[in-house]
């Protein structure tokens, strides 16, 4: 027999549960139909249980945007650690980035609503130590293997966050997603190659989807 669940344990339990049924709704309904309500039903918690751990509905929506950001960092230094070639490890983390974000749970989520919810400031603070410290570490490995006095790290790192995430959100809007894919990979590798001054190879066909 199993022994008893601490409390710690319960409340441990009980939060999980309110944010991975609260993610489900948020990518499906968006943050402004989705109601507190439905969460707790869905967790089948009392709301006491939710204002127990978050203070509202933001709160929550706050909380489930820090666990997207970490899973798409993650998913980013998988793809990138193991290639050799600081400029190919940059591509493939970007390709990462962009396979998370094809991901309409995701998208929404992470690109759409949590600018427009918690404000471009408070989305950036939370970004900054996983998808910006993932992109400046690359960018600072492709630039100690081939230093250029023309290139900083800290624009450029800026300026490629802006484009890929404008780039996510233009290949999920495209009438043919994949060959708008296809076309973005393509146009990622001339992009680094012209940036960085030295060929990464031919491109490689996009793979499947990931599912963050």
């Not at 400031?121 to 998808?131: F, L, N, S, V, Y």
């Not at 100690?144 to 996510?168: C, H, K, M, Q």
């Amino acid at each position: 027999m199993s022994r008893p669940r601490t409390q710690a344990e319960r409340l441990t339990v009980t939060r999980a549960t309110l944010l991975r049924e609260a993610r489900l709704i948020f990518a499906a309904s968006g943050y402004d139909a989705a109601a507190t309500e439905e969460i707790v039903q869905r967790a089948n918690v009392t709301r006491g249980a939710l204002y127990y751990h978050f203070k509202d509905k933001r709160a929550v929506f706050e909380a489930i945007v820090e666990e997207v950001a970490r899973e798409i960092a993650a998913s980013i230094d998988r793809m990138a650690e193991p290639v050799g070639d600081p400029l190919r490890a940059l591509i493939e983390g970007t390709r990462a980035f962009l396979d998370a974000c094809l991901d309409p749970a995701v998208r929404r989520i992470y690109l759409i609503d949590a600018p427009a919810v918690l404000g471009w400031h408070r989305w950036r603070e939370i970004d900054a130590p996983h998808g910006v410290r993932s992109l400046r570490e690359g960018v600072a490995a492709v630039l100690t293997a081939r230093p250029d006095p023309a290139l900083s790290v800290e624009p450029i790192t800026f300026l490629l966050s802006g484009a890929f995430n404008e780039a996510a959100l233009w290949i999920a809007e495209a009438k043919d997603e994949k060959a708008a894919r296809r076309e973005m990979d393509h146009m990622l590798v001339q992009l680094m190659e012209r940036l960085f001054g030295s060929p990464a190879g031919p491109a490689r066909p996009p793979r499947a989807r990931a599912r963050v």
